[in-house]
């Protein structure tokens, strides 16, 4: 919502002001947060676990779908990038494969990429093609006698180049990793709260009958303010609190963290900034594509909203 909008700062100030405490300690902030974010989220997902970072929420995310599924493996897509805990590491090929490498337990699907990916737009059904990819991941996870705990994907994966999945794949994969047994998890940390313009959440792009198990949420959520959450199902939810380990922690959540989360929605609300993004965003296309009839330099141009990839190329044909 911008560098130190003056809403954000004075509620943040007035916050600090008035009380901030760890999160054992009740408060309306968090209850009042977790309303007001569950009425831009599909109804199922009604359970939030608030945290400190993407990463922090990431690796709750992992921990629950394990828990709820009593299953290990975990399928990401090519180039990924989750955060940086070590648990993160293992499921982001963008950081693996120059560390430690891959891990039995993960497997890596390719990008649903129809500019430079396996199929193209000339296609005929790349939807299915892509979505079976996974499912032939989970076939060869099962000959080895493995079983899949979920597919962990951004909802349009940004590190590995500005990708706009093709409607109706995660539909598919989805379909595929239930029948296995496992969850959805859809990272939004980079592309939710209104970025896409016509969606509060980037997810929404695949259709209105496609709902994730588990939703992970940071960077815009605090507009710079340590904050993130993972929105997921009252059933994940109880299958994680049966172990009688408690989810804590200690800021995730605080008066001061929920102070400023309900301030950037108010701003977002207030500035209408899902329809900047989208307008700003058609702009920027549009003075994009211009510039690919010029250059032939400049092979694609693909986004929604504020989220944006151009591909430069040195050979139309590749």
Request: hydrophobic residues 40%; contains cysteine; charged residues 20%.
């Amino acid at each position: 919502v911008g560098h130190c909008h003056p809403d954000v700062v004075k509620a943040a100030h007035e916050q600090n002001q008035l009380l901030n405490t760890n999160s054992r300690y009740l408060h309306d902030n968090l209850v009042d947060y977790a309303e007001r974010l569950s009425r831009t989220l599909p109804e199922k997902l009604c359970v939030f676990y608030f945290l400190n970072s993407g990463s922090e929420a990431n690796d709750l995310a992992l921990r629950l779908a394990r828990q709820y599924t009593k299953h290990e493996d975990v399928i990401v897509l090519d180039h990924a990038y989750h955060g940086h805990l070590t648990s993160l590491i293992d499921i982001s090929p963008y950081k693996f494969r120059n560390l430690e490498g891959q891990k039995e337990w993960v497997h890596v699907a390719p990008v649903p990429d129809t500019y430079r990916g396996l199929y193209r737009e000339d296609h005929e059904d790349s939807v299915t093609a892509y979505a079976n990819e996974v499912k032939n991941i989970i076939e060869q996870a099962h000959n080895k006698g493995r079983k899949v705990a979920a597919f962990f994907v951004e909802s349009l994966p940004s590190v590995g180049g500005q990708i706009i999945p093709p409607a109706g794949y995660f539909q598919k994969v989805a379909e595929h990793v239930h029948k296995a047994g496992g969850i959805f998890i859809a990272d939004e940390i980079q592309v939710g709260f209104g970025r896409v313009g016509k969606h509060f959440w980037a997810f929404q792009l695949q259709g209105e009958d496609f709902i994730p198990d588990i939703v992970t949420m940071g960077k815009p959520i605090g507009n710079g303010h340590p904050l993130a959450c993972v929105a997921t199902t009252k059933e994940i939810a109880e299958a994680f609190a049966a172990t009688g380990v408690e989810y804590f922690n200690t800021f995730g959540g605080n008066p001061v963290s929920c102070a400023v989360g309900l301030a950037v929605l108010d701003v977002i609300e207030k500035e209408h900034l899902q329809a900047h993004a989208t307008e700003v965003g058609n702009f920027l296309m549009k003075l994009l594509n211009e510039q690919k009839i010029k250059h032939p330099i400049i092979g694609d141009v693909r986004g929604s909203g504020l989220f944006i990839g151009v591909d430069l190329i040195k050979d139309q044909a590749k």
